[in-house]
């Protein structure tokens, strides 16, 4: 057995990465990549939540990463509201999670207002590189 997944008392690296790319596949496939309970798994392939009071997401000292969320989430509400002839209006990121790709790709909960001031949840994912940021889709959270 190679060293890289060597069993080290009731510890199997081959085990126990393979049951958590399992359980991190499942829950991937039931929310999109946007509810996923990574306190489930010991590994996280390079995903991960957002902690929204932190900054380690962003280069400018004066950024923070819900300011990059806030960002990042207006533009998926121009997206948005060019593809739906609509008027929403960001209200709070309530969430998100990541994971790396061209760039880092963002899953995004967000509560948005619409010209009545009816408050919904939207989802939003959005491949962000900082010159070439793209909104791959943005629609109202399902039920």
Known sequence: MS??????GDFS?????????RLFDEEWEKSGGFNIDFSKLRHKFETGAVDLDDDDLVLDPDDTNVGLLNRLSNLAISYYNDKTDTRLELVKVLKANY???????????????DCNQKTTQYQAVVRYL???TEVISCCPKPS
Not at 3 to 8: D, K, L, R
Not at 13 to 21: A, G, I, K, V
Not at 99 to 113: D, L, R
Request: no cysteine; charged share 25%.
């Open 99 to 113: 994971h790396p790709s061209a760039g880092v790709t963002y899953y995004i909960t967000f509560e948005a207002s």
């Open 13 to 21: 690296w081959e085990e126990d990465w393979s049951e958590d790319l």
């Open 130 to 132: 900082p010159r070439d």
């Open 3 to 8: 060293p890289a997944i060597a069993s080290t």
